[in-house]
């Protein structure tokens, strides 16, 4: 599914414009973005929960040269599902 699919599901389901799915997705996505750049936790019960994970930098290797590189330290947005969701999907 992507965020087209997502603005067609909710427009059928919620009896509204496509206009108006399409403006509660990007609020909805948005938010979330908004969140993590804060570095906020946002969790969906049930669904999942978002999270910005701290990576150290470290001297990694190129595998095409073998020369040493240094990989400066990071922040990565990181997706966690939650344990509803893994029942639905494992049934």
Do not use: H, Q, W
């Amino acid at each position: 599914m992507n965020k087209a699919t997502l603005v067609d599901v909710l427009k059928k389901e919620a009896n509204i414009t496509k206009g108006d799915a399409e403006k509660v997705v990007n609020i909805f996505f948005d938010a979330i973005s908004n969140a993590l750049v804060k570095g906020d936790r946002v969790e969906i019960r049930g669904l999942c929960s978002f999270f910005v994970k701290n990576y150290k930098g470290y001297v990694g290797r190129n595998p095409k040269t073998g020369d040493s590189v240094e990989v400066t330290s990071k922040k990565l947005p990181f997706f966690k599902c939650g344990r509803e969701l893994k029942k639905k999907v494992d049934y």
